[in-house]
């Protein structure tokens, strides 16, 4: 389940918690120490087969280049009561974003401890269903996931929107989440430029992102573009760039291991760039 088989996520997926019961039932059902044990070694050996097919091999599980970004698909303006609307898919990763205009009354208001009372006329609110990752979880308040995820995207975009005195409006943006297997915080950033476009929003430049990734072990490393759900769990760093054809707008990066020198981190980001600028041609075409 590790090479390529174009299969899709929740097969593969189903296909290794067969495989991983398979293991389990092996043992005797009256020594649950023994199947514990037997579930935990799966695990490790299911981390230490995805590293070594990476490094070894130099081969990723869906059978990608290591700069190969996943398929991608758009569509603008499919939403016919709203001011602008976007369908990105990316892969297994796909976000729904509108954007919404209001007057300057629409502003948000927030107390600041320091600045006092502060107006907000742009907001980005990204929503990640549990539906989206296949999962019946309740819906309740705003999960630390998308409070971070949509800073991300808000902070990614707000650097080419219009100045206030050229454009009075206030701007929503809203992406829903239907489906993910990696980096939907830059699906949601594509969408949303796509959205502002089709409402038309005169932003300064249009901006897309990518989750880049790395697998380190000893003087080997590999460094991902585009990575999947997968990558990310296994993987050393998720390290998301957004960014217009003249610079980056927005970077967060996750980091499990030390050691990552600058000569790694020039050549991770030139790989981030060549992949914004191949999703900004799609983009725009």
């Given at each position: 389940?590790?090479?390529?088989?174009?299969?899709?996520?929740?097969?593969?997926?189903?296909?290794?918690?067969?495989?991983?019961?398979?293991?389990?039932?092996?043992?005797?059902?009256?020594?649950?120490?023994?199947?514990?044990?037997?579930?935990?070694?799966?695990?490790?050996?299911?981390?230490?087969?995805?590293?070594?097919?990476?490094?070894?091999?130099?081969?990723?599980?869906?059978?990608?280049?290591?700069?190969?970004?996943?398929?991608?698909?758009?569509?603008?303006?499919?939403?016919?009561?709203?001011?602008?609307?976007?369908?990105?898919?990316?892969?297994?990763?796909?976000?729904?974003?509108?954007?919404?205009?209001?007057?300057?009354?629409?502003?948000?208001?927030?107390?600041?401890?320091?600045?006092?009372?502060?107006?907000?006329r742009f907001l980005l609110h990204y929503n990640f269903p549990p539906y989206s990752v296949g999962e019946a979880g309740r819906f309740g308040g705003t999960s630390r996931r998308e409070t971070g995820h949509g800073n991300l995207a808000r902070r990614a975009i707000e650097a080419v929107l219009p100045d206030e005195a050229d454009?009075?409006?206030?701007?929503?943006?809203?992406?829903?989440?239907?489906?993910?297997?990696?980096?939907?915080?830059?699906?949601?950033?594509?969408?949303?430029?796509?959205?502002?476009?089709?409402?038309?929003?005169?932003?300064?430049?249009?901006?897309?992102?990518?989750?880049?990734?790395?697998?380190?072990?000893?003087?080997?490393?590999?460094?991902?573009?585009?990575?999947?759900?997968?990558?990310?769990?296994?993987?050393?760093?998720?390290?998301?760039?957004?960014?217009?054809?003249?610079?980056?707008?927005?970077?967060?990066?996750?980091?499990?291991?030390?050691?990552?020198?600058?000569?790694?981190?020039?050549?991770?980001?030139?790989?981030?760039?060549?992949?914004?600028?191949?999703?900004?041609?799609?983009?725009?075409?």
């Amino acid at each position: 389940a590790l090479d390529s088989t174009g299969r899709e996520k929740i097969e593969v997926y189903a296909g290794l918690d067969a495989l991983k019961k398979e293991v389990i039932e092996s043992y005797p059902e009256d020594d649950p120490g023994a199947r514990g044990t037997a579930g935990k070694a799966f695990g490790k050996l299911k981390e230490k087969i995805f590293r070594e097919d990476m490094l070894g091999n130099r081969r990723r599980p869906d059978g990608r280049k290591f700069s190969e970004i996943r398929p991608i698909s758009c569509e603008v303006g499919w939403l016919p009561r709203v001011h602008g609307s976007s369908l990105f898919t990316r892969g297994e990763t796909q976000a729904i974003v509108t954007t919404t205009l209001g007057t300057k009354m629409d502003e948000q208001y927030m107390d600041d401890l320091e600045k006092g009372e502060v107006k907000r006329r742009f907001l980005l609110h990204y929503n990640f269903p549990p539906y989206s990752v296949g999962e019946a979880g309740r819906f309740g308040g705003t999960s630390r996931r998308e409070t971070g995820h949509g800073n991300l995207a808000r902070r990614a975009i707000e650097a080419v929107l219009p100045d206030e005195a050229d454009f009075p409006y206030t701007l929503r943006i809203v992406s829903d989440i239907t489906e993910s297997n990696g980096s939907s915080s830059m699906a949601s950033v594509c969408g949303g430029i796509l959205s502002l476009m089709d409402a038309g929003v005169p932003i300064k430049r249009p901006v897309a992102g990518v989750a880049m990734g790395l697998v380190m072990e000893g003087g080997q490393y590999a460094i991902l573009t585009d990575i999947a759900g997968a990558e990310d769990h296994y993987g050393d760093m998720d390290f998301k760039v957004s960014g217009t054809h003249r610079g980056i707008t927005a970077l967060q990066m996750d980091i499990k291991v030390g050691g990552i020198t600058p000569a790694i981190m020039t050549e991770a980001l030139e790989q981030a760039r060549k992949a914004r600028l191949a999703i900004l041609e799609t983009m725009l075409a």
